[in-house]
């Protein structure tokens, strides 16, 4: 109930998906949720090392994370620490929320296994408004008077 | 109102945390509306306990009680529970958007690299 698990197959072998999970230029290439730029990004992919993603939305506002590597196991596993934070310090107090991705090799190509758990914490401090949740609210209203 | 849903949610997802409470939720869904005296006999633990949770409950807005006569019975509120789906649904839109992304950064990176190896490259 507070979290969430999505899975996808993916046509590229699980060595390159886990460049693209790890390495800042394939960080750059996808960690936006939207069209919106990836402006920092920073990675020291080992048990105990820690990641710092900086994106700005198409709205303009300016999201950060970063999270401490807790499992490194290349290219099959990954587990990490997770929370929102402005310029390196915590946004609010409150308990870490657990990214894990699991990368299965498959005859197409690669399985991923997706979890981030925990959530109650994300869903506490998005209700306080220093999540990302405001800026997805702009996004979807902006989308949506786009289509119509 | 954005703070009082804030909160809201908050308190919704705080009393989730709890397995005993999620299955009590659980079987409210099923059942529609069960007696308190009911609800207690599956769970390992005392009656205190479960009126605990009844009230965690109660305070996140999650159930309500009604009194006939000496028999409290308990009911689901759908209302909170509807917002932390919500909630979470648009948190997996999120992920999923990205996700999305990855494979198809990761795919073409795939195609650069030529036919798929069965032994890895060495780095």
């Known amino acids: ?148 | 109102m954005v703070k009082f849903q804030g909160s809201q949610l908050d308190r919704t997802f705080a009393a989730l945390v709890d397995p005993t409470r999620r299955a009590i939720l659980a079987r409210l869904d099923l059942e529609g509306s069960v007696s308190i005296g009911e609800l207690a006999r599956p769970f390992a633990i005392k009656l205190p306990a479960v009126m605990k949770h009844l009230d965690v409950l109660g305070t996140a807005g999650l159930i309500t009680r009604s009194k006939t006569g000496r028999t409290v019975t308990v009911r689901l509120a759908p209302e909170p529970m509807k917002e932390a789906m919500d909630w979470l649904r648009r948190y997996e839109r999120f992920w999923s958007a990205r996700l999305g992304r990855l494979a198809a950064y990761a795919e073409a990176e795939e195609a650069k690299a030529g036919p798929m190896k069965t032994v890895e490259d060495t780095p």
């Open chain 1, 1 to 148: 109930m507070t979290s969430l698990t999505l899975v996808r197959r993916i046509a590229a072998r699980p060595s390159i998906v886990f460049e693209a999970l790890t390495t800042p230029d394939g960080i750059a290439c996808w960690w936006g949720p939207d069209g919106g730029p990836v402006l920092v990004a920073e990675t020291d992919v080992r048990v105990g090392g820690r990641f710092r993603v900086r994106f700005r939305m198409l709205d303009g506002s300016e999201h950060e994370s970063t999270g401490e590597y807790i499992e490194v196991v290349k290219p099959t596993r990954l587990a990490m620490s997770w929370r929102w934070t402005h310029g390196g310090e915590p946004v609010e107090a409150g308990e870490e929320s657990r990214v894990e991705i699991d990368l299965r090799p498959i005859d197409t190509g690669t399985e991923l296994t997706f979890t981030h758990s925990r959530l109650q914490t994300e869903a506490s401090r998005d209700s306080h408004g220093r999540g990302w949740s405001g800026s997805l609210d702009k996004l979807e209203r902006y989308l949506a008077t786009r289509s119509a």
